[in-house]
């Protein structure tokens, strides 16, 4: 069995079917469905995202869908893939953590992004500033101060310094997780580049190593973890088809300026992508692994290598919720093998 766990983030994303689009309840139904087979299956975390005013994503409020699956399951973490800190004030963050840690303790993890709202007026209905993302680092050493209960102020339940912190990033803002003490997630090219690539390690994951520095409050230690789009089925073939749908909808984005739900693939071949969607498309399947279990789990192989990773975080989602369990109980089958 590998020693390096797998972990997935789910974003609850929608989709048409039938003409229709699937309402959030199914969808969280689903999402719930897929937490409780992820445990039995030995993942390791179990984490829930963030998006505002987005029709292809039901999952706006982490912290209130992480009660819900900690009810439906038993011992699998859960977290937050991530709480955006540009959208919350740190004492509204740290209050929540403590709550929900009291409630769950010692399964909770606090991911922690720095996204802000996709549009101007997202942004808006938001409160953020222009220059909102700025703060980020100020504002995560606030809700730090609150969690280790030496802020200015008591966050009310207190959290003891119990929930680990994760920072999510392109890379950026590994050092800033290296000097808090906490957690990194990484993804995007910093961790896609490394399917194809030949080149020695990423040296943003060497570089958050060397500069970690232990948190006498918390005590975590380094850890990165590689998120990173994957899917696996019985062929090549049936596994680009699980994943063309979040290309196409992230082609369509490009477009129109809105992430929609997913289509059913069969649909998406029907409609027949002009030129220069067909490149968009294969760009976003170039950053993503899929194929055959074996094919799947050798690019995950390179992918921590070139990475470093402690743990890999399957992201992405499929447009058929069955086919999505297959895909995670067909990938952890062969990662257990590997």
Known sequence: MSAVPLSILDRAN??????????????????????????????????????????????????????????????????TGGIMVPSHQPLIVAEQLGTLQALYPNRLDAGLGASV????????????????????????????????ATGEITAYPQDRSQTPIFILTGGGSAQFAATRGAGLVLGGPAV?????????ANQTAVDYREAFAESTSRGQQPHVI?????????????????????????????????????????????????????QRIDRALASTIYGTPQDVVHQLERVLQYTLADEIMVTGNIWDPAAQQTSDRLLMAAWEQR
């Open 192 to 200: 896609s580049r490394g399917i194809k690539t030949s080149q020695d």
């Open 117 to 148: 709202g996709f549009t101007k007026p997202v942004r808006a209905a938001l409160r953020q500033t222009a220059n909102a993302k700025d703060h980020f680092a100020e504002d995560v050493d606030e809700i730090i101060a609150y969690l280790n």
């Open 14 to 79: 929608t989709r048409v079917q039938h003409g229709q689009v699937v309402g959030a309840p199914q969808i969280f139904a689903e999402v719930t469905s897929r937490a409780q087979h992820a445990e039995q299956l030995g993942y390791h975390r179990f984490w829930v995202a963030q998006h505002h005013s987005v029709p292809g994503i039901a999952g706006s409020a982490p912290t209130l869908l992480l009660p819900h699956l900690a009810e439906a399951t038993s011992h699998i973490r859960l977290g």
């Open 226 to 278: 590689a998120s990173i789009n994957v899917a696996v089925a019985d062929s090549y073939e049936a596994a680009e088809q699980l994943v063309l749908s979040e290309a196409w909808a992230l082609t369509r984005s490009r477009s129109i300026g809105v992430f929609q739900p997913l289509e059913d693939p069969a649909a998406i071949r029907a409609e027949q992508p002009s030129a220069q969607q067909q």
